[in-house]
């Protein structure tokens, strides 16, 4: 469409960040459909700068840099919290904090905000979306309101920039990057050029007066505000809260960290007093059935580092159409579609007539092949109307053959079943050398799948 003014205008991909000319439907920078987002082009004037870290003017050599102070972790004392962030916030460290709205991520920075400013120290919580009042309703709701907590509703950076000039916080919480306005751009905030302009300022304010600074960003699916993924590179450590809304546990899950190792979770539980952690995530996921049920196994999942004891359910019922149903929560159907089929196969149950149900307690998603085994377990036990003794857990990857493949970190999934009261585990055979085994844990060692569902007590007869 021809502009009837001078003003130019870009096309901007809201999830990768590439700019075009004009408009496509699928952005060549990144595949994407309908992600492209006009944004007026702003014409060049010279007092605009673009936020950049701002070095020294001549080369210097590292070993003169003094990174004492630098290397100080600061805890937030909250186990679950200082373990995604690999040991507490860095001075001057900008962490993003994505979410879907509503999943908690204001009500986590606030509660971090109290914690800190109880010990002491100064902190500064800038709102764009919330008014004051609201945002003192949430603190009495989750404890008294101390008062080293300050506090702004501010959308203009320029503003925001000038406060904490003036108030020189030892934290910084920006609720959130998309209501932000960075000086000199006039285009709207949450548009792509905004989000990635006041987040540059933002990050050259926390380096400079060393700040640990928390941004929240949302994110969402229909790609219309600026996504924080375009946001990621620019950041030193990538959080992303989420959880199923319909369950109360929340994952706090690290994805990127310049200070710390990655693809640790915290696991949290929402109360009305705010987000409490779970320091023994198992037992939310594991089930409490009176005695021995068919169609019900646990089995020790890793997320992160962690190992959490999972329950895996199936129903398996004569099916009456003529494509069974295959029905999936918490596990990829076309994993479940993979899996029916090799113990169709290699175990000779005639699973094409069934409908297949298959349900990860506790709303957790499980994407690691070590729960192979465990689904086919509780399909056959369902199947079967058999029972697993309540005492047994088993893992394993299971490939298309029936063989039965190792998965990592067996020691810690085994000492996890061990401490939660497990007396037998089946694992892959191959995956056993070298590990020191738990005391009072009968270790079954199998290669393939029908040794394995003989182990648990599932044959016939
Ligand atoms: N009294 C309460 N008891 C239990 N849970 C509550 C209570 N009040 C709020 N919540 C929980 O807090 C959630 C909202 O938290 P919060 O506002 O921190 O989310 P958010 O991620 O910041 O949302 P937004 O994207 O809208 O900013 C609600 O979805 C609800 O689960
Ligand atoms: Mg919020």
Known sequence: MPAKTKQKSEYVCSSCGHISIRWFGKCPGCGAWDTLVEEKVEPASKEKSHAMLSGSDAPVPLSRIDASDHEARIPIDVEE???VLGGGLVAGGL?????????????????????LSRRGMKVFYVSGEE???????????????????????????????????????????????????????SSAPGSVAQVRESTAHIMQMAKSMAIPT??????????????????????????????????????????????GPTF?????????????????????????????????????????????????????????????????????????AMLVAVAQRQLGLPLHEQDI???????????????????????????????????????????????????????????????????????PASGLSGISMPEGMEILPVRNLADAVETVGLTAG
């Open 81 to 83: 919290l200082d373990r």
């Open 95 to 115: 962490v993003l904090l994505g979410g879907e709205p509503g999943i908690g991520k204001s009500t986590l920075l606030l509660q971090i905000l109290m914690r």
């Open 131 to 185: 008014s004051l009042t609201q945002i003192r309703m949430r603190a009495e709701r989750l404890g008294k309101c101390p008062e080293g907590l300050w506090s702004m509703c501010e959308c203009s950076l320029e503003k925001i920039q000038a406060a904490i000039k003036e108030l020189e916080p030892q934290f910084l919480a920006i609720d959130s990057i998309q209501t932000m306005s960075a000086p000199g751009l």
């Open 214 to 259: 928390v941004i929240v960003g949302h994110v969402t699916k229909d790609g219309a505000i600026a996504g924080p993924r375009v946001l990621e590179h620019l950041v030193d450590t990538v959080l992303y809260f989420e959880g199923d809304r319909s369950h109360s546990f929340r994952l706090l899950r690290t994805v990127k960290n310049r200070y």
């Open 264 to 336: 640790e979770i915290g696991v949290f539980e929402m109360t009305e007093g705010g987000l409490r952690q779970v320091t023994n995530p198992s037992k939310l996921f594991m089930g409490s059935h009176a005695g021995p049920v068919a169609g019900a196994v646990t089995v020790p999942c890793l997320e992160g580092t962690r190992p959490l004891m999972v329950e895996i359910q199936a129903l398996v019922t004569p099916s009456h159409m003529a494509m069974p149903r295959r029905t999936t929560t918490g596990i990829d159907s076309n994993r479940l």
């Open 357 to 427: 149900f298959v349900n990860v307690a506790g709303g957790l998603k499980i994407t690691e092949p070590a729960a192979d085994l465990g689904i086919i377990a509780a399909i056959v036990s369902s199947f079967m109307e058999k029972p697993i003794a309540p005492t047994a857990a088993l893992f394993g990857e299971t490939g298309l053959t029936g063989e039965v493949r190792p998965v990592g970190r067996t020691e810690l999934r085994l000492k996890e079943a061990a401490r939660l009261g497990f007396t037998s585990c089946t694992v």
